[in-house]
């Protein structure tokens, strides 16, 4: 079953540091998401994706993100000065549609570990 | 933000027996709702939705009820296996211009099902 790819499994980072956490979603699916969990924490929608250009971010998602898709593959988030408060679990996933009524459910990655210290 | 609530963190059942696992939510608007199961060290598996416009979703071995008018979901597994310990998480869209764009999440109850 094809499924949605994340790495690295882990990124440990300083603070300030530039990080960037690439995604490989399912070839067939158009729309794109990325998500995170701050331990022992909800799971927190931070953007979505489609044709080319972001659909709706969160408050979370301020100017320090930015996300892009470079190639016909990948998916990529990109945090430019990373903090303490940025380690988390980082969930990319990705769709067909946007669901509306369908069943077209989100398919996550294993995620991203990410550890600012 | 509570506006997913899952107020048991836990639950342990015998395997065979049924499992529920509850969900609340406060926020009126939403009208798309969703169960992930989640194994350690992997990414939220879709489980099993249902749409404001019915009352009960039924796929298998799992069934989602909804009740509207008290604001309150719940999985069933019956029967339930070994194979179904996880963490089950309650999420929530209001659609727009889709479901998908943004899901509220409850924080999880950890199942675990006993041989």
């Known amino acids: 079953e094809p499924e949605v790819t994340q790495t690295p499994s882990h990124q440990v980072t300083q603070m300030g540091q530039e990080v960037i956490l690439r995604c490989v979603p399912i070839?067939?699916?158009?729309?794109f998401y990325w998500y995170r969990q701050i331990l022992g924490q909800k799971v927190e929608f931070l953007v979505s994706f489609y044709n080319n250009e972001i659909s709706e971010k969160s408050e979370i998602f301020d100017d320090q993100f930015s996300v892009e898709r470079p190639d016909g593959s990948n998916f990529t988030l990109k945090i430019r000065s990373t903090k303490l408060e940025d380690s988390a679990m980082y969930f990319c996933a990705s769709s067909v549609s946007e669901g509306r009524f369908s069943n077209s459910p989100l398919h996550f990655g294993n995620g991203t570990r990410l550890t600012v210290t | 933000d509570q506006q997913v609530k899952q107020n048991s963190p836990s639950l342990s059942v015998q395997e065979g027996r049924i499992s529920i696992l509850n969900c609340d939510y406060t926020n009126s608007m939403f009208d798309y709702f969703l169960w992930y199961k989640k194994y350690p060290a992997e990414g939220p598996t879709f489980l099993i939705s249902i749409s404001s416009i019915k009352d009960k979703n039924e796929d298998g071995r799992f069934t989602v009820f909804l009740n509207k008018s008290a604001k309150h979901l719940s999985l069933h597994i019956v029967p339930s296996q070994p194979g179904d310990s996880a963490v089950y998480f309650c999420?929530?869209?209001?659609?727009?211009?889709?479901?998908?764009?943004?899901?509220?999440w409850g924080l999880g109850t950890s199942l675990a099902v006993n041989p």
């Open positions: 070839s067939n699916h158009l729309y």
């Open positions: 999420a929530a869209s209001a659609s727009r211009a889709g479901n998908n764009r943004k899901l509220i």
